[in-house]
């Protein structure tokens, strides 16, 4: 870019425009006032504006109030990229969006082992339950829910949960523990409001051959992390994905009820832009999910 100056002149454009006077300026700056100066009038005969009102105090013309925020940000971004750049040491950055839920309960406990087994990958996640546009977005890859139609982006299947009834043991001790599907239809449930994707107790219990007509209902959610929340408070039974109560079940905060295989609709599949999917690290991440996803869906399976 023929107008694009001296660095050295641009950051002296910068600093000026937070101080009053061009020696507050220089001082800044450890440079003579004269020196500040004359940059700045070579700025301006560069671009061909005035930039700056002169007098007792400086004050921005019209155009220096336009290019201040913007020069200041090119100098904020460029250190704080520099910074972190020094702060990898060799690493690479690789973003990752996914919902809050499934980074909470099922990626959140499993980075350790990414980071043992890829210390080069420096992980950054993005949580939001919106669907992935990776041009308005910085993330570089995606793991999403949903039926596997992804046209326009590179798709992998990762794993299919199961659906099933959980309880707190506080709950069962006052409500006993129900010994057919049928029964639950006494106890409060859990319902969690949103689209098709969330577990829906009527078509459970349709699966599981129980013929409802109106369901004893406690409370409506509209997150999945408040509606197992109440189940942990003892509040009710709710409808839970298995990949979301791992670490609940194994402790015993949470009892699964009833054996009945119910493989959930959906599936979780790794996505991103075409032609990203070969770069080294996003293949080593990849690997290192299905490897993840195969031991989770053995797990589920035989669940």
Request: proline share 6%; glycine share 6%; charged share 20%.
């Amino acid at each position: 870019m023929k107008d694009l100056p001296p660095g050295a002149t641009l950051r002296a454009f910068e600093v000026a425009t937070r101080h009053a006077t061009f020696t507050a300026a220089a001082e800044e700056l450890h440079i003579t006032q004269s020196a500040v100066s004359h940059q700045l009038k070579n700025l301006e005969d560069l671009w061909g504006l005035q930039l700056f009102q002169r007098g007792r105090s400086l004050s921005l013309t019209p155009a220096g109030a336009a290019l201040a925020p913007i020069v200041r940000e090119f100098f904020t971004r460029l250190e704080a990229t520099l910074s972190d750049l020094r702060e990898q040491k060799g690493k690479v950055r690789l973003s990752v969006s996914t919902t809050y839920s499934f980074a909470l309960k099922w990626l959140l406990p499993r980075i350790p082992d990414l980071s043992r087994q890829h210390p080069e990958i420096l992980l950054t996640l993005e949580t939001t339950d919106k669907a992935i546009n990776f041009a308005d977005s910085e993330s570089d890859v995606a793991i999403r829910f949903g039926q596997g139609n992804y046209p326009a982006l590179f798709s992998e299947f990762l794993f299919r949960e199961q659906i099933f009834p959980v309880a707190s043991p506080d709950l069962l001790n006052r409500f006993g523990v129900p010994h057919e599907p049928a029964e639950l239809l006494r106890y409060p449930l859990l319902t969690r409001d949103g689209a098709d994707l969330v577990p829906k107790w009527e078509v459970w219990f349709q699966h599981v051959g129980t013929t409802i007509s109106a369901l004893r209902e406690s409370v409506r959610f509209a997150d999945t992390n408040m509606t197992l929340e109440a189940a942990l408070l003892g509040q009710g039974i709710a409808l839970a994905r298995s990949g979301h109560v791992e670490a609940e079940i194994d402790s015993g905060a949470l009892v699964r009820l009833f054996d009945v295989p119910f493989s959930s609709p959906v599936a979780y599949y790794f996505v991103c832009p075409k032609g990203i999917e070969s770069q080294p690290h996003i293949i080593n991440f990849r690997h290192w999910l299905l490897q993840a996803s195969e031991k989770a869906q053995h797990r589920y399976g035989q669940a």
